[in-house]
């Protein structure tokens, strides 16, 4: 067995918690029952690993089959990447038959005949996703193992969430190859983009619960109002503003969970507006500034700005059309004409 | 009045956790290397003690007090101290040399407020500054304490004075490179937290403060309040979101940044001591 395929089966068992490993290798399926039976489960990492690569080797096991050891530990681990989402788009409206065996041929001679030294593994999951792994070589060098880019198409949509290497350039060839490959004729970076790879399918696939529209205000529930106070002595301050924002939320937010996401990002190149009598900055430049937002679920901490008297309600709709817009990096510009207060983004 | 930027470059772009620090007793100039000394045995004696400093590393301590001259505001100001740490690790040959891990200074930038009032044999260093492994601050800062009988608290910087240093630093005047001015906010109380990062073009700030000051060399409370109003109504304005009722936590310009715990990043030596003249006089405030 290669020495470097060796080293890299040894740094992937690494990676996986102890209590996982067992379970990470039956998935695998390249080590027997009876050789899975053989690993001493609760020794430290560094051993097992040795271990783990010992019966690697007494199978002979090559770059193909721990490319997809690679892939099953970030099925599992996706969250650990960076997902961006891109969109293919065709030519004309023919709904094509996938044929899966064609889609990978492409794939593969599309990149090869651009990037002689390339490793190509695909592993298809039960939700109809393909993951694809490439590892990166150049003409003189072997693919770096330790650098891949990791690809999640959906064979029945125009949907593609990317995960890239380190190595920049290799995203147009990545893009390439997968137009060519699924009959595509174009691809366009949505500006997508979040740790959550379920949550990033649940914003282009529609699966959140959307804006609805309620014609008669519902009776208070949810946790977003106190409960009711038994005391009649006890009054509660603006209970009919608290009724409101919490009916405008609901209509913006929907009932349900918001799809997780990370942060979203706003490159501001709007005019800076001032009340005359303050006497300040009057140019007729934009006031560049880029916005910002993090949160471990972003969504769900806007959801309570409102009520929390942080910001108006209705929220701003630059911070509400993140789902159904299917971004979260936007660039804002003055909207010419008429109504000078409301913004455009391309 | 300008600090030799040689000597002071070691202090920018580092960032460094802020102490006030009440005045010191008895300490006299002249015996810089006996302190050295003195400290350099109680903190060998400290890690003999089994207060070892990191686990598994066998280092050798040596201390280095030195004056920075340069380092003060006016005449009144004692020149800055500062405290160096380095390591040689053991078996060494005679040739390695030392390497620094652990700097503390003490200065006083147009610190008059406090020295003016203070009695005799009492010396006047009220901020103190480090960079590097909290457990050698506290050694440095536990010697400190006993030899001089002083008191060293953490330094926070509240909003309002965080506030004071981005309209004073955007309004600084800018290389073709300068970086943006970075507004960074919190939002508490949230079910899940919520951090705002707001970064304007370093020209269009600098073009709003010019705006906004009426007197050049001078900065009223009023000012920095339009200043800062004007960047939150830009901000609601988009975002409807008020900015003001978040909590302001850091502040980034091409000058220095500032973080509420307490930590700066000088950037620009040119500004080195309005920086430190701003800092002196929190750290006074905090003292008195």
């Known amino acids: 067995m290669d020495e470097t395929v060796a080293e890299y089966i040894r740094r992937t068992v690494l990676k996986i918690p102890r209590d996982e490993i067992k379970m990470m290798l039956q998935k695998w399926g390249f080590l027997s029952e009876a050789q899975l039976q053989t690993l001493n489960f609760h020794q430290i990492k560094d051993n097992i690993s040795q271990e783990v690569v010992q019966l690697c080797e007494e199978n002979s096991a090559d770059i193909k089959q721990a490319a997809v050891l690679d892939i099953i530990y970030n099925h599992i681990y996706q969250n650990k990447r960076m997902w961006s989402v891109y969109q293919m788009k065709r030519s004309g409206e023919e709904l094509e038959y996938f044929d899966i065996t064609d889609f990978k041929k492409k794939f593969k001679r599309r990149l090869r005949s651009a990037l002689k030294n390339v490793t190509i593994t695909f592993k298809e999951y039960e939700d109809n996703a393909i993951w694809i792994r490439v590892a990166w070589g150049t003409p003189h060098k072997k693919p770096n193992q330790y650098k891949p880019s990791y690809v999640v198409y959906h064979s029945q949509t125009p949907y593609v969430f990317i995960s890239s290497s380190v190595l920049k350039s290799t995203l147009p060839l990545l893009c390439q190859a997968l137009i060519v490959a699924s009959n595509y004729h174009d691809i366009r970076d949505m500006e997508l983009r979040s740790h959550s790879l379920n949550s990033l399918k649940d914003i282009v696939f529609k699966r959140y619960s959307q804006n609805f529209q309620t014609c008669t205000p519902k009776p208070l529930q949810g946790g977003n109002v106190e409960p009711e106070i038994a005391d009649i002595r006890i009054v509660e301050e603006n209970r009919s503003e608290k009724e409101r924002i919490h009916r405008l939320n609901q209509e913006v937010f929907g009932s349900g969970p918001q799809p997780k996401l990370e942060f979203a990002q706003y490159r501001l190149e709007t005019m800076f507006k001032s009340d005359p009598k303050m006497d300040v900055l009057d140019k007729k430049e934009p006031f560049r500034c880029l916005v910002k937002f993090s949160s471990p679920h972003l969504l769900e901490s806007l959801k309570f700005l409102a009520p929390a008297g942080m910001a108006d309600a209705p929220l701003s709709p630059l911070l509400t059309c993140i789902p159904h817009k299917a971004r979260n990096y936007f660039k804002i510009r003055e909207k010419k004409g008429l109504y000078p207060e409301s913004f455009v983004s391309p | 009045e300008k600090a030799d930027p040689q000597k002071t470059a070691f202090l920018l772009r580092k960032a460094w956790t802020l102490y006030s620090v009440t005045p010191m007793y008895g300490f006299r100039r002249a015996r810089l290397r006996d302190y050295a000394r003195l400290l350099g045995a109680f903190i060998a004696a400290e890690k003999h003690k089994g207060l070892a400093v990191e686990v598994g590393v066998e280092l050798d301590i040596k201390v280095a007090l030195s004056s920075l001259a340069d380092i003060r505001g006016s005449e009144l100001d004692q020149a800055a101290l500062l405290v160096q740490l380095s390591s040689r690790s053991q078996g060494s040959s005679r040739n390695s040399e030392d390497k620094p891990v652990w700097w503390g200074w003490f200065c006083s930038v147009f610190g008059d407020e406090l020295s003016e009032n203070v009695p005799e044999h009492f010396t006047c260093l009220p901020l103190f500054l480090s960079h590097g492994a909290e457990s050698y601050t506290a050694l440095v800062g536990s010697w400190f304490q006993k030899t001089f009988d002083c008191c060293f608290r953490r330094l926070a910087i509240s909003p309002l004075n965080l506030s004071w240093m981005v309209a004073m630093w955007a309004g ?117």
């Open chain 2, 172 to 288: 600084c005047k800018l290389d073709r490179a300068a970086s943006a001015v970075e507004l960074v906010f919190s939002v508490p109380r949230l079910a899940q937290p919520l951090d705002i990062s707001y970064a304007i073009h370093p020209e269009d700030a600098k073009a709003l403060w010019d705006t906004v000051q009426k007197t050049p060399g001078e900065i009223t409370q009023e000012e920095v309040d339009v200043f800062m109003d004007c960047l939150y109504a830009h901000f609601h304005r988009h975002f409807k979101i008020h900015l003001s009722a978040a909590k302001l936590v850091k502040v980034s310009t091409a000058i220095a940044s500032a973080h509420c715990d307490g930590i700066v990043k000088i950037l620009h030596s040119q500004y080195l001591p309005g920086v430190l003249m701003l800092l002196t006089e929190l750290a006074i405030s905090q003292i008195q």
